[in-house]
């Protein structure tokens, strides 16, 4: 059998560097930007600030939830790429991070559907976002065999 067909199949590493490459985009910057206070993500009218769930506050407090998350995912990014070279290695982060997205995205579904009116754009952005990637691993990921190691 090929390296390929025990890989997955190129599509999967294929994949996997988009979505890494698109995380590293989108939430390099939106970190920056929101350490550096940037004006395009302020609450108060700024132009991006439909980008972020930075309205999770502790009272008066700073919001910390969205850079906590910004690191995660940027950190994601970097796994994704390193899954892409070998994905059969990576096979518990790979499952792990389909069920976490596919549950992560059904969440916010949800938690936008209650506050619809404010958070309609998460429909097109951060939800479809995880809920591909869920998607896209199910479709694509090595098979696995009942005693949990990857079929060659």
Excluded: C
């Amino acid at each position: 059998m090929s390296e390929s067909k025990r890989r997955g199949g190129p599509a999967l590493p294929l994949f996997l560097r988009v979505y890494g490459v698109l995380s590293l985009i989108i939430f390099v910057p939106l970190f920056l930007g929101f350490i550096v206070r940037s004006p395009l993500l302020a609450e108060d009218g700024g132009p991006m600030n439909w980008a972020i769930w930075n309205d999770v506050h502790a009272g008066h407090d700073s919001a910390h939830v969205p850079p906590m998350l910004f690191a995660i995912y940027i950190t994601w990014a970097v796994f994704l790429l390193l899954a892409a070279r070998r994905p059969p290695a990576y096979a518990s982060f790979l499952t792990f991070t389909m069920w976490g997205n596919l549950v992560h995205g059904l969440l916010m579904a949800a938690q936008a559907l209650t506050d619809l009116d404010r958070y309609w754009s998460k429909f097109l952005t951060d939800i479809p976002f995880v809920l591909i990637l869920a998607l896209g691993i199910f479709l694509l990921r090595p098979k696995v065999k009942d005693d949990g190691l990857v079929a060659v």
